[in-house]
């Protein structure tokens, strides 16, 4: 059934849309822009007043939520960003993001690249034992998780945290490698057999070279899922200096509890490169994030 | 990307093309193999297979995680967590995220879909905003949404102001902070739905559609009689979605309500922190996980059984 879903233009005009062609009438025109506007609203709305929440005092933010701030207070946001936490913790979640990316690639995509060209005895049984990770979020184990990362003595390090998202990631990984390696023609591979190249050189210079676009899609899939990711480093993390900004973000709300001002723009700064890099690539994004769940 | 083959099994390369390939490269069949495959081999036995098969050894035990578990307590776990009347709100909340998602979510996110795939201005840049939520993290969303609901500083306490009265608390009561973290788990996913159910709609034949027209079908027809059913896997998908995401649904809970108040806004994963981690009860935390790994694996077996079968 996934074949049916062309996932890479869903950002894109559709050129295939269902009634593309048709002029749409000026009641029909007037009915779809106020229901977007409303559902568009009630998605924009929250984000903008968290945004211009952090220029505003508390006593503002108490009398006029929704407006423009009175005097706008740049300091709330300034003192976030000239201070050692904001930046550690954004340092922190890159470091792990990069991490769980650069592992989950190169082994989702050598253990792909074997079963897709190698045969050998069990590699069906192999594949579905590695698909087994795809039915279960690392919730389900995480207490036995948390006492063998202890026992190994990774508790309060970037690898406590990196190593368990590769494993979680890597039922994905090798799904969507395997299926690009496969659809490759196999020519490619007999002509580089004939001309005496190796398996090793084959996946270093060109399953992996052209496998370009799927490398992006695992790229992004297990980025993302790192860097917003909550239940692992609060488990596996003790000491705030290695927090990620999801879990930092928790500890400074709980320090200011009700200083609303000052979580907002915190809250802010935090989604700002998420939003930024969104709409810098949200082709790739979208088409990444859609794809991976379809595939899946 | 348009030309990965998803099913590929079904497109797999001649069989002759591959025997004759795999004689000429079997020489070099060992290298690649001693290689390639134990890294990922190791880290996934070792952080997700193994762990797996610890919970349910754990889960007999009443342990607190130091030495080795000795205290065999049978089937008591499970016994405890399935009296436990927080399990019993996790399980019903579960089962009202996974409801909204089919009465609210999924109709709303085809609603959308059919609106941004028409030829208008503007449609694009409608489907990246409505696609926005989902790509915050939850817990970011969740603190987002604190904000709002907050009675005081917040919009809801600003609409209320307006009118003179003072603001309900919704997420500190326990009758109401269900629902309203429902509406935060509306708001957050939607998009993500409507991008399947564009996919889905990009992939109806617009020649049936048009037939349709010809025959004098009205607006309403076409998307009852044509569209719909033609959606019926996408409807799936969207729903196996809900599910599977209900039962990982902590991040966007704890800045919420942190599971509160008074346990009313418990899910699985939720409980299994709360009463598992934070006590640091080993035993009776695995058992949860236990309970949570039978659920998952049941749901996606019979999901291929029943609806599968005919896609």
């Known amino acids: 059934m996934t074949e049916a879903l062309a996932t890479d233009d869903l950002a894109a005009p559709s050129h295939r849309a269902v009634e593309s062609g048709r002029r749409v009438g000026a009641a029909t025109q007037a009915y779809l822009y106020v229901s977007l506007l409303i559902v568009a609203a009630i998605v924009i709305v929250p984000l903008v007043t968290t945004a211009l929440g952090g220029f505003k005092t508390l006593g503002d933010l108490r009398s006029n939520a929704f407006g423009l701030p009175h005097d706008w207070m740049w300091s709330n946001y300034w003192d976030i960003l000239t201070g050692n936490r904001y930046w550690r913790q954004m340092g922190n979640s890159l470091i792990i993001a990069l991490l769980t990316v650069a592992l989950t690639i190169a082994c989702g995509a050598m253990a792909a690249f074997t079963f897709a060209h190698v045969k050998f005895f069990g590699s069906r049984m192999l594949l579905n034992y590695f698909l087994l990770g795809l039915m279960f979020p690392a919730a389900t184990a995480i207490l036995p998780l948390f006492i063998r990362i202890r026992d190994l003595g990774l508790l309060d390090t970037y690898w406590g945290v990196v190593l368990p998202q590769v494993a979680f990631g890597l039922g994905m990984s090798i799904l969507l490698f395997r299926n690009y390696f496969r659809g490759m023609p196999s020519e490619l591979f007999d002509a580089a057999f004939v001309d005496g190249c190796g398996y090793l050189r084959f996946f270093w210079y060109v399953s992996l070279p052209l496998a370009r676009p799927i490398v992006a899609t695992v790229g992004i899939l297990s980025f993302v899922g790192s860097w917003n990711s909550y239940i692992l480093p609060l488990i596996m993390l003790n000491s705030e200096s290695k927090y990620p900004w999801p879990l930092g973000i928790m500890v400074y709300k709980g320090e200011f509890m009700t200083d609303w001002q000052l979580i907002l723009a915190f809250i802010t700064l935090t989604i700002l490169p998420t939003i930024i890099v969104f709409f810098l690539a949200q082709r790739h994004i979208i088409a990444g994030l859609t794809a991976g769940a379809v595939k899946s | ?311």
């Open chain 2, 1 to 311: 990307m348009s030309t990965v083959p998803i099913a590929s099994d079904r497109v797999a390369a001649p069989a002759l093309a591959r025997r004759r390939s795999s004689a000429i490269g079997a020489q070099g069949k060992w290298p690649v193999l001693i290689l390639f495959l134990p890294p990922a081999l190791l880290l996934f036995t070792v952080f997700v297979f193994l762990p797996m098969g610890e919970a349910a050894w754990y889960s007999l035990y009443n342990w607190n995680g130091y030495s080795l578990p000795t205290q065999w307590v049978g089937l008591k776990n499970f016994e405890l967590i399935f009296k436990n009347a927080a399990f019993r709100t996790a399980l019903v909340n579960n089962g009202l995220i996974i409801v909204i998602s089919i009465c609210i979510q999924v109709p709303l996110a085809m609603w959308l879909a059919t609106m941004v795939t028409k030829p208008i201005r503007g449609a694009v840049a409608f489907r990246l905003i409505f696609f926005l939520p989902y790509i915050l993290a939850d817990v970011a969303a969740g603190l987002i949404w604190r904000f709002v609901y907050d009675g005081q500083f917040g919009l809801v306490g600003s609409i209320w102001h307006a009118f003179g009265v003072d603001a309900p608390f919704w997420l500190a009561d326990k009758n109401t902070a269900m629902a309203a973290v429902l509406g935060v788990i509306v708001w957050k996913y939607f998009g993500f739905h409507m991008m399947l159910f564009i996919a889905g709609l990009q992939a109806i034949d617009r020649e049936v559609l048009e037939a349709a027209e010809i025959d004098g079908a009205t607006g309403w027809q076409k998307f009852r009689l044509v569209t719909l059913p033609m959606l019926g896997s996408t409807v799936r998908l969207s729903l196996f979605f809900a599910v599977v995401g209900s039962l990982q649904l902590f991040d966007m809970i704890m800045p919420l309500t942190g599971a509160g108040p008074l346990n009313a806004t418990q899910t699985m994963v939720t409980f299994l922190y709360t009463f598992g981690v934070m006590r640091m009860q080993v035993g009776f935390g695995s058992a949860v996980g236990v309970v949570l790994f039978v659920i998952c694996v049941t749901l996606a077996f019979s999901y291929r059984r029943i609806f599968m079968r005919n896609d």
